[in-house]
């Protein structure tokens, strides 16, 4: 067999690859399952936001209560909607209800979870800790990839946005 270094080199660019979007990894706690949280890379200057699938495979609702995430005095639980040609960005001050036997999905211009006031420079590939609580399945620890793409929040700097 002759295997080129071409092949080789794509073979380890592919686990390299593989390797890096394992970090990010799916988080069971009760009947909730936390997949893929990831940070978008933010735009220097602008906010930036966290994102996850949540699956609740139990026979009861929960409720995501609160986010904390390293190195972010304040992570907000936020929902936003088009409201005509207006943005309207709201915090869920009561949480996210996760609903039994269903899936909701945090992501950019939905449900999301807003970094106010970071106190590091999140760059793509960086691993943050933090910790989702919900009401009944408790507190879990997870690990947040940070992920380049479109900028967070359409690279929004938030200078004078009213927020609910």
């Not at 394992?22 to 940070?39: E, F, L, R, Y």
């Not at 800790?129 to 947040?144: C, L, N, R």
Request: glycine share 10%; aromatic share 4%; net charge neutral.
């Amino acid at each position: 067999m002759n295997i080129t270094t071409k092949t080789i080199a794509a073979i380890c660019l592919g686990f390299a690859m593989l390797m890096s979007t394992a970090n990010a990894q799916d988080v069971k706690v009760g009947s909730i399952t936390i997949h893929h949280p990831w940070i978008k890379q933010p735009v220097p200057g602008a906010v930036a936001a966290a994102y996850a699938t949540i699956e609740n495979t139990g026979k009861e609702d929960d409720t995501l209560l609160k986010v904390a995430v390293e190195g972010v005095a304040i992570a907000q639980i936020h929902d936003m909607k088009m409201q005509g040609d207006v943005m309207k960005m709201d915090e869920l001050k009561d949480g996210l209800a996760i609903p039994a036997g269903k899936t909701v999905e945090l992501k950019p211009n939905s449900f999301h979870i807003m970094l106010i006031k970071a106190t590091t420079t999140f760059k793509a590939g960086q691993e943050v800790k933090g910790t989702f609580t919900f009401a009944k399945a408790g507190a879990v620890d997870i690990s947040f990839e940070v992920e380049t793409g479109k900028p967070a929040m359409g690279g929004m700097k938030m200078n004078g946005m009213k927020m609910n």
